[in-house]
């Protein structure tokens, strides 16, 4: 069998976004794949007839965003261009597509509201930016001003907006200030969230509820008022809401249930729920590509949820009553049910993300037959500060019992994110090259409830305590694993833990610290979400303590520092800014300690997931390089 290399990975179809045709017999879904040749990433739709069990594609030129059912049982699907959206309109029945209409929008997503009617979130310029608007210099002046994956933003909102194609009137439905985070519709309502701002940005959206026909637009949530996460209809008077009314552990808390009257707003508990709600978190570099992860109907309403290292699909209903409908261990990443029957996207066993109809494979778009996969083996201990843990390790390909093996810890980032069982392509590169891969979910991890998840102002200390016991046991039950060959890595928090690690202690052989943080005072000011993320995790502003966040920041310890460490980041990162880990880089040099910096121009902090295709090989051979380099020496003995 092939051993998996740094370029598998662009061999690979990302399949995502499945869902229900209106009549039920045939699921739509969008099959992405890397192009090395333009140094990007092509998609197309494909469809999958339920009741023949055959799966055909319907469009071949790699140029599909988005798409959405029309409701005569139709594919409507949004081709993008700067500043423009063409959309196109397809029939199962064959033939070629055809253009319905474009607007003068970057859209985002579509729904058909009925024939000819469409709502779609796009990003909209202020007045005042386009003002001020030039080539040559940016105007800021509101927090944050730019964002990751966008750049600068200030004065971009994403609106709300219903198009009527008859006369091409595009009406805009959320107000001129506001960013739309959320939308759903029924019986001629569309439930939204959105967050009406000016100079700066806070966390807790409003909720809204607009009338497609009279075109009256009410709140019934103030912003500002509770945090809230997923929303949907019960039906046409009631909504179901996950929302945290307040907590001692701030937003950290995990969101309860709510009901809420959509003629008063007012807001009843129904169930409270101490895990994530409408998203999973389970991490991997196998998968490209959204879809659905909420989906509320005549009472019920289901959402992805993690809980433990799992990401499964679960429903509510009016009782209050949580069920499981999908809990295989692995990765549920999108999902559509209709008639009884659920279509999953997700990540199960030793593989990438392929669909499910009903728990049975139904696509297989990724033969990994063909390679020597090395599947995770779970450990359960107790860690010293008395929770228990799990992780895995994996086996490096060719293993041969009695022999000595370098080996690797990672760490996921977050930290309210998870690692489980799922295919995760870097970590198989690895194994493959001859390592032993080691992880694990320390305390602030996803999925544990909100008592072990709560590391606000604890960064750096029950956290580091988890992965240093977990390495321990590790070394212990693996004695296979060369103790003086295990390097470290990890990216966004788990460059932070990287940083921190090195400045803690020199038992680890080398470092690769990826898009980290290494000075919290600073990336309170500099990072996109840093005027709200730094109090959530470091229960302080700058302002407040600065002496606090002086001691969560790696770069305070920077003098006890011997670990030989490599540092990648991209220089479009504005989630974690370049500028952290050049704060390392140079003051690892100043002190004498090897040291490297990586910087991938024109990425962000999405570069190891959907990074292009040759900056993503650039990032894995820097690493796996550096760990050959100082965990192999043999290697510099040929």
């Not at 919290?520 to 303590?545: L, P, R």
């Not at 190891?608 to 965990?631: A, F, T």
Request: glycine content about 10%.
């Amino acid at each position: 069998m092939d051993r998996i290399q740094i370029e598998t990975f662009t061999r690979l179809q990302f399949v995502s976004n499945p869902s229900f045709s209106p009549d039920g017999k045939t699921i739509a879904f969008v099959v992405k794949w890397a192009d090395l040749k333009d140094n990007g990433y092509k998609g197309d739709l494909y469809v999958y007839d339920c009741e023949r069990e055959m799966t055909r594609r319907l469009t071949c030129r790699g140029d599909v965003k988005h798409y959405t059912w029309t409701k005569d049982g139709a594919v409507l699907f949004a081709v993008g261009g700067d500043q423009k959206t063409c959309y196109y309109e397809i029939s199962l029945d064959g033939g070629e597509a055809e253009k319905k209409f474009s607007v003068d929008l970057t859209t985002e997503s579509v729904y058909a509201v009925d024939q000819g009617r469409y709502l779609f979130t796009a990003a909209a310029e202020l007045e005042k930016r386009t003002e001020s608007k030039s080539d040559a210099y940016e105007v800021v002046d509101e927090i944050p001003f730019w964002f990751n994956g966008k750049g600068f933003t200030n004065g971009l909102r994403t609106r709300l907006y219903l198009y009527q194609a008859a006369d091409g009137a595009l009406t805009p439905i959320s107000e001129e200030t506001a960013d739309c985070t959320a939308f759903g519709v029924r019986g001629g309502k569309v439930l939204y969230k959105a967050y009406p701002w000016t100079d700066i940005r806070n966390q807790y959206d409003g909720i809204y509820l607009y009338d497609l026909e009279s075109g009256e637009n009410r709140c019934l949530l103030e912003k500002d008022t509770m945090r809230t996460g997923m929303i949907g209809f019960w039906d046409d008077k009631e909504a179901v809401v996950a929302a945290c009314a307040g907590s001692p552990y701030g937003n950290g808390k995990y969101m309860d249930f709510y009901t809420m009257n959509l003629e008063s707003g007012e807001m009843k508990l129904l169930a409270e729920y101490d895990y994530s709600s409408g998203s999973g978190s389970v991490g991997s570099d196998a998968r490209l590509g959204g879809g659905r992860s909420v989906k509320a109907e005549d009472g019920v309403c289901y959402f992805i949820t993690t809980r433990e290292y799992n990401a499964c699909l679960y429903k509510i209903d009016r009782t209050g009553a949580i069920t499981g409908v999908v809990t295989d261990e692995g990765s549920c990443d999108s999902f559509d049910v209709k008639d009884g029957h659920v279509v999953v996207c997700g990540l199960y066993e030793d593989k990438p993300a392929e669909l499910y109809l009903d728990g049975k494979q139904i696509t297989e778009f990724n033969d990994m037959s063909q390679y020597a996969v090395s599947t995770p083996e779970k450990y359960t201990f107790t860690a010293k500060d008395g929770f228990e843990l799990t992780g895995w390790v994996m086996k490096p390909a060719g293993y041969e019992p009695g022999k000595k093996y370098p080996a690797i810890l990672n760490i996921h980032g977050g930290p309210r994110t998870v690692f489980g069982s799922v295919f995760h392509h870097e970590m198989q590169v690895w194994a493959s090259a001859g390592y032993f891969v080691f992880f694990t979910n320390p305390r602030g991890s996803d999925g544990f409830g909100t008592e072990f998840g709560d590391i606000n102002g604890k960064y750096g200390t029950v956290d580091y305590e988890n992965l240093m016991d977990f390495t321990d046991y590790v070394l212990e039950h693996v004695p296979d694993i060369d103790r003086d060959r295990v390097g470290v890595t990890g990216g966004s928090y788990g460059g932070f833990m990287t940083n921190w690690i090195i400045g803690h202690t020199d038992r680890f052989k080398a470092a690769a610290s990826q898009r980290s943080i290494a000075n919290w005072i600073a990336f309170e000011y500099m990072s996109d979400i840093g005027h709200t993320f730094t109090k959530d995790n470091q229960a302080v502003f700058a302002c407040e303590d600065v002496d606090k966040l002086w001691f969560h920041s790696p770069i305070k310890y920077i003098e006890n520092c011997k670990t030989p460490t490599l540092f990648v980041h991209s220089d479009a990162d504005y989630r974690c800014n370049v500028a952290e880990g050049m704060q390392m880089f140079a003051a690892l040099k100043i002190l004498g300690v090897e040291s490297r910096m990586c910087v991938i121009k024109g990425e962000n902090h999405e570069l190891s997931r959907s990074g292009k295709p040759r900056n993503r090989i650039v990032r894995m051979r820097e690493i796996l390089n550096w760990m050959d380099q100082h965990l192999k020496p043999e290697k510099e003995e040929q």
